[in-house]
């Protein structure tokens, strides 16, 4: 297994901290020393000294990495817009360094944008495991007995090498955590009320604060929601039908496209050869999870075009380079820290996987599987396991989702609005992809509407699919 398809391909009752000692720290003062980013010198970059342990919040320290524009129309200036970066794993002062485009013009003239690397991330003490030993990984289609055992002992003995690199921030990676950071960075900025918008495993982060801090939320996007309230079977399941829906639009779409590289044969059928040369060993550089894993994310933008053309040279693909360097970057670890997907033995891991080939014939081995095997027998307790979201005296929340989102389902968004009830708005694309706000021209006005004015779509509003170019 090339170590590079595990971990960049990867990553889609609650244990609360009490009160006590996230107010005990929020007595300090925090501040921010902005300087010009190095990359760019109109962006402005700085860090957050914040406790590595919110229960202890006068012992170690880490250092929170953030990065801000400034509103282009100070005149018109509402406030400040914090981004909720998603992965785990993806760094949101890269977002503010180098993509801008995710926002638009009207936000940018309207909001200073701010938004950091989670800890464990980029510039946040990341996570960071050697590279030799996640040269080793197991494949996280496991197979037999002895691969489950396996599985385990490699596990066990990547969280210690992993603790050993990164420090203690290892211990405290989970995004309940995170929810104190993001309070501390709200005070820094001098808001009285915090505007958020969470993508995708940022909308975990963003459901979690305002069940904290609901008071102190003053708007809450979240785009392409994460339902953290599921066990292991409907965890897979879920993921499994979203992505098999994913691949069917593929399909369909090949089928009424002629500029579609695929165009008039049976794409299922090919895809099937496809799976079983990749098991044989027969494409360079792909077996037949990484191969699905490639499929799950052509379908983020989606660029069906370019992945037709992909299918319809293989095997001509490269293999994956092993980074030459001593340790390397790991950010799964954070997703064992939120999520406790147990799975008893062998035998409950293949009756699993058969009902996930049942529900997704062709996308049989999704990228969750990967979840389930990285954190399979963890030696460190979840620190923030699934619960039902209780959130009670925050303003509406907008939820949005693409109705074929391949990564955070629909039925997750469907879920998570029917937990939160009247507290919550679900505005739908009918269309593909994940996300929203840059998909869909009517689902980034209403979402800058939201933001700027506080007018909440009405209930059950929906922005048309908008189908991408051949």
Not at 259 to 272: F, M, N, P, T
Not at 404 to 423: C, E, H, I, M
Not at 444 to 460: S, T
Request: aromatic share 8%.
């Amino acid at each position: 297994m090339i170590v590079r398809s595990l971990t960049t391909l990867a990553l889609a009752a609650g244990l609360v901290l009490a009160a006590g000692p996230a107010t005990a720290a929020t007595s300090q003062e925090y501040a921010i020393d902005w300087k010009p980013c190095v990359k760019d010198k109109n962006a402005e970059c700085g860090t957050l000294e914040l406790p590595v342990n919110w229960k202890k919040p006068n012992g170690e320290k880490f250092s929170l990495a953030v990065a801000r524009r400034s509103a282009t129309d100070p005149q018109q200036r509402v406030g400040t817009l914090v981004f909720g970066p998603g992965g785990p794993g993806d760094s949101g002062v890269e977002r503010v360094v180098t993509g801008m485009s995710r926002f638009s013009t009207e936000l940018q003239k309207r909001f200073d944008i701010v938004s950091f690397d989670p800890r464990g991330v980029g510039g946040s003490s990341p996570v960071r495991c050697s590279t030799s030993l996640l040269g080793q990984q197991p494949s996280p289609v496991i197979r037999s007995k002895a691969d489950f055992r396996a599985t385990i002992s490699f596990n066990r003995k990547l969280a210690a090498d992993c603790r050993e690199h990164t420090g203690p921030v290892y211990e405290h990676l989970d995004t309940l955590s995170t929810v104190h950071d993001l309070d501390a960075l709200r005070k820094a900025l001098g808001e009285a009320k915090l505007t958020f918008h969470g993508s995708s495993y940022g909308t975990l982060l963003g459901q979690q604060y305002a069940e904290q801090y609901p008071r102190r939320v003053r708007a809450l996007v979240l785009e392409s929601v994460v339902d953290h309230s599921l066990g292991t079977s409907a965890f897979m399941q879920a993921q499994a039908v979203t992505e098999q829906e994913a691949f069917e639009q593929f399909v369909a779409w090949c089928g009424r496209t002629a500029s579609c590289a695929l165009h008039g044969q049976d794409v299922k059928a090919l895809w099937e050869r496809l799976l079983a040369r990749a098991d044989a060993g027969e494409l360079p550089g792909l077996n037949a999870f990484t191969l699905t894993v490639r499929a799950q994310k052509a379908f983020y933008d989606p660029d069906w075009a370019e992945f037709a053309e992909f299918l319809a040279q293989l095997p001509t693909v490269a293999a994956s380079k092993q980074s030459q360097q001593a340790t390397s970057a790991y950010p799964m670890a954070a997703f064992c820290d939120d999520w406790s997907l147990p799975v008893r033995n062998y035998a409950a891991y293949e009756k699993l996987q058969r009902r996930i080939t049942e529900l997704a014939p062709q996308m049989r081995y999704p990228r969750s599987l990967l979840a389930i095997s990285t954190c399979l027998g963890s030696p460190q307790k979840v620190s923030n396991p699934q619960h039902v979201p209780q959130i009670h005296g925050a303003p509406t929340i907008l939820l949005t989702n693409a109705r074929y989102d391949p990564a955070s389902g629909y039925n997750w968004a469907t879920n998570v609005a029917r937990q939160l009830g009247k507290q919550a708005v679900l505005l739908t694309y009918d269309g593909w992809g994940h996300g929203t706000y840059n998909s869909s021209p009517c689902a980034q006005q209403a979402i800058d509407d939201y933001l700027i004015n506080l007018v909440v779509p009405a209930p059950d509003t929906h922005c048309p699919a908008l189908e991408p170019a051949g």
